[in-house]
Nanobody, 124 residues
Framework: QVQLVESGGGLVQYVASLRLSCTAS????????MSWLGQGPGKGSEWVST????????GYAESVRGRFTISRDNAKNTLYLQMNSLKPEETARYYC?????????????????WGEGTQVTVSS
């Protein structure tokens, strides 16, 4: 059974940092491109970042580039998102998604697998 379980969300203040994690099971994590999507209250889901299978090639939405860092540990089947200098408008539920090729698409249904998400709330 495929599972992606996100963790690390919480309530933080403006410009604080958080590190999200996503632990995968039930599929061969190391051969999947992994991404993070975020869905704010009353908004559509948006693409945040993607990392290739080897953890070398990364991509970021313009709004987070330079502040967020995506990484992965294939030995631990875990994906990470280091979020620095968080802004209130980045309050969202963040989802971990998996795909067999690189995507920068906002909707979870466009990926092979996705988790239930972890909530990040940034207070001003």
């Amino acid at each position: 059974q495929v599972q992606l379980v996100e963790s690390g969300g919480g309530l933080v203040q403006y410009v604080a940092s958080l590190r999200l994690s996503c632990t995968a099971s039930g599929f061969t994590f190391s051969i999947y491109y992994m991404s993070w999507l975020g869905q704010g209250p009353g908004k559509g889901s948006e693409w945040v970042s993607t990392i290739d299978t080897g953890g070398v090639i990364t991509g970021y939405a313009e709004s987070v580039r330079g502040r967020f860092t995506i990484s992965r540990d294939n030995a631990k089947n875990t994906l990470y998102l280091q979020m620095n200098s968080l802004k209130p408008e980045e309050t969202a539920r963040y989802y971990c998604v998996a795909n067999t090729y690189y995507r920068s698409y906002g909707r979870r249904a466009g990926y092979d697998y996705w988790g239930e998400g972890t909530q990040v709330t940034v207070s001003s």
